[in-house]
């Protein structure tokens, strides 16, 4: 048995492996006798969560023991919120205290808006501004894991609302705390009460993001805690990796793809000049999916009812026509891999109808997904271990340092 199959025993104890997990049989980059393991934890469970499950090759996300499709449009974000953190939807009573409590921690200390007013001087993109603020939430409270969770869901919208009204010389908008979340967070960043369409909208994205298996953030999110440091780190931990073009960075370049083709007529020309220069198209393909990412859907049809009241229908027509020539392109190209439109195309495109610029884009998924970082946080602390796989090492060996007579000692 070769020394690296440890890693699938004791870091993990009820880690077990996925039948499609050993993907990387041949690749060229591994020596003979780790070959077959499986690549950058790909198929590998590393958890046991009640918290959502994604089914690939179903195309289902399950949430708390709901459907996506059937939580996501209608409930609030509070219940949602109340799902993830106690396991349950409230009874009314729970949820009127839940949502009094979440309100009460919206307001931002007067550091945090000065950290996030420097910020704006040196032109930080908005999803640094909120990592940086975002660590600053834990100064002068108490570190308490619960707690922390529930400052952290109540203080992201203020502070991506506060930092692009200063990075755009406004002052931020006195918190209201008669707000429902969603309707807060576009009071925060846009200075007016929405109407009940606009808030019902953003409601039904941060509900559908707010939580998604294992995916990367969520998982440093984790592996941050499992060490027993505290929520706010690792929620701070996880923004750095939404981040990434690859995980939360991708609906600015999905939604400017569909700018630049402009017209239905040049949807075939500009992708497929894309894909010559092996470029990945934006908004496509996922490590789980295998069909169409069921968040695609939910967010497609909030599009189709938002645009339908009054946006600007030409622009959702042709964003359904530019994802028809990519998945059309895309079979052409890898027969072998499907590739589905995932959760960030038809997010750029609502959350452009509700009116975000495409640098709050990353942020607002952070306002939805800190939601689920919170969640497994907590579940993390209550029911696992430290986290802490290996590493297959394949650099050199006995190598001798030279010593040699003229160097100085340090
Ligand atoms: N466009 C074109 N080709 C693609 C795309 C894409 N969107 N996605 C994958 N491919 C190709 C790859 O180039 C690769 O081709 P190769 O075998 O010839 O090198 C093949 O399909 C397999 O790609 P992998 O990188 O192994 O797929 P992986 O499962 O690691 O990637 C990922 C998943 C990162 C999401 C990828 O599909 C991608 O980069 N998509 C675009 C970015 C994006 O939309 N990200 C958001 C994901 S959803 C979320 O995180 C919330």
Redesign the pocket.
């Known amino acids: 048995m070769s020394s690296v199959t440890v890693i699938y025993r004791s870091p993990f104890e009820t880690a077990i492996c996925s039948s499609d997990a050993a993907i990387n049989i041949d690749n060229p980059r591994y020596p003979p006798q780790i070959r077959g393991m499986p690549e950058d934890l790909e198929g590998v469970v590393a958890t046991a969560t009640r918290l959502s499950h994604v089914d690939g090759k179903a195309g289902r996300l399950t949430i708390a023991g709901y459907a996506v499709e059937d939580l996501a449009p209608y409930a609030s974000f509070e219940e949602v919120a109340y799902l993830l953190l106690h396991g349950r939807l409230p009874e009314p009573a729970e949820r009127v205290r839940f949502t009094q409590d979440l309100a009460g921690r919206r307001a931002l200390s007067r550091l945090v808006l000065e950290v996030l007013h420097e910020a704006a001087a040196t032109q930080a993109r908005p999803i640094d501004a909120l990592r940086m603020a975002a660590a600053l939430l834990s100064l002068g409270r108490e570190e308490s894991a619960g707690d922390d969770a529930m400052t952290a869901i109540a203080s992201f919208p203020t502070i991506v609302g506060a930092y692009w009204r200063a990075l755009n010389g406004q002052e931020p908008v006195p918190v209201r705390s008669d707000l429902p979340h969603a309707a807060h967070y576009l009071h925060q960043v846009f200075g007016a009460e929405p109407s009940t369409e606009r808030a019902r909208a953003l409601a039904t994205y941060l509900n559908t993001v707010c939580d ?1 298996g294992l ?1 990367a953030s969520t998982f440093a999110a984790r592996v941050i805690v499992s060490t027993r440091s505290d929520v706010i780190s690792a929620i701070t931990g996880a923004v750095g990796a939404l981040k990434g ?4 960075g ?1 609906p600015g370049p ?1 939604l400017d793809m569909v700018f630049e083709i402009g017209t239905p007529e040049r949807a075939e020309s500009v992708i497929r000049a894309k ?1 010559d220069r092996g ?9 789980i999916y295998r069909v169409r ?1 069921p968040r695609a859907d939910v967010l497609a049809r909030a599009a189709e009812r938002f645009y339908a009241s009054g946006g600007d229908q030409r622009l959702y027509d042709l964003a359904q026509q530019v994802e028809a020539t990519a998945l059309r392109l ?1 079979r052409e190209r ?1 027969p072998e ?1 499907r ?1 589905e439109t ?3 195309f038809y997010t750029a495109l609502l959350l452009h109808g509700l009116g975000f610029p495409s640098e709050l884009f990353t942020p607002t998924f952070a306002v939805g997904r800190v939601l689920g970082w919170s969640a497994h946080c907590l579940e993390q602390l209550r029911d696992g271990r430290l986290i802490r796989p290996q590493s297959a090492y394949i650099g050199p060996t006995g190598l001798h340092y030279d010593r040699g007579p003229a160097r100085p000692a340090v």
Request: proline fraction near 4%; hydrophobic fraction near 40%.
């Open positions: 998604h995916n073009p690859l995980h939360g991708a999905a894909l470029e990945r198209l934006m908004g496509f393909g996922h490590r990412d895309l890898k891999r590739l995932n959760v960030e």
